[in-house]
């Protein structure tokens, strides 16, 4: 059965700052893996999908990694922003079953 | 491109009583998904359909929750009766097709649940 952890649960840096969100998963056997965001009192939106083959995507000031050997992917945020401050889930899809299993989420907020 | 529609955004309902919950998918993706979050949680799976079947439907407890997709498109949720553990956010997805997750998935903005 597939777990998603995500750490820190929580992080709250200054603006400006570089980050890294951390997201680990116990079984390699994936199809993809992907980043949402998640805004207080509103659905999830999509930042970023990795599929199994691929070890990065880019979109703008966010990059995301796969390691599949390893379980881990990660978010990396460059030069953020107050409007960043969300909730940040990472899921990957489980082999075999075709669903996506999520992680707690990492709640971030950027200091202006 | 309008995007997933959920109706309605609150429902506050005593323990026992039904509720019913409505989602319109982005128009022409054949994958819809329910899922319910949890305080401090993700979402978790509780059902998925391809056009109107119902492919996945493990995570659904079946006693209480029903759910169908008429026509391929909007579906419904239900749940009856209703218990105080069902209290979440009931979030609905589509994509333009499953396979594998291999297609975006857009998710609309949830309908928050309280029984009490």
């Known amino acids: 059965k597939q777990e998603v952890t995500q750490i820190p649960a929580a992080l709250s840096v200054p603006e400006g700052e570089n980050l890294v969100l951390n997201c680990s998963f116990t079984d390699s056997a994936i199809y993809n893996l992907q980043w949402f965001r998640q805004d207080p009192g509103k659905g999830l939106t999509s930042l970023l999908l990795?599929?199994?083959?691929?070890r990065e995507q880019t979109s703008g000031r966010l990059n995301a990694s796969l390691d599949k050997s390893s379980g881990r992917s990660t978010l990396y945020i460059a030069a953020s922003q107050p409007g960043d401050s969300a909730t940040y889930l990472c899921?990957?899809?489980?082999?075999?079953?075709?669903?996506?299993?999520f992680g707690k989420g990492t709640k971030l907020t950027v200091n202006p | 491109e309008a995007g997933v529609v959920q109706s309605p955004r609150y429902k506050i309902i005593e323990k026992k009583q039904p509720v019913a919950f409505w989602c319109n998918p982005i128009s022409g993706h054949n994958t819809l998904y329910w899922y319910r979050q949890n305080l401090g949680q993700g979402p978790e799976l509780l059902i998925r359909y391809e056009n109107e079947e119902a492919v996945d439907d493990s995570q659904l407890p079946k006693d209480r929750f029903s759910a169908e997709r008429l026509k391929g498109v909007d579906s419904t949720l239900k749940i009856q009766p209703a218990e105080l553990g069902d209290s979440a956010v009931y979030l609905c997805?589509?994509?333009?097709?499953?396979?594998?997750?291999?297609?975006?998935?857009?998710f609309g903005p949830g309908t928050r649940l309280t029984v009490l």
């Open positions: 997805a589509s994509s333009r097709r499953g396979g594998h997750g291999t297609d975006t998935q857009y």
């Open positions: 990795i599929q199994s083959s691929q």
């Open positions: 899921a990957a899809s489980q082999g075999g079953s075709e669903k996506l299993v």
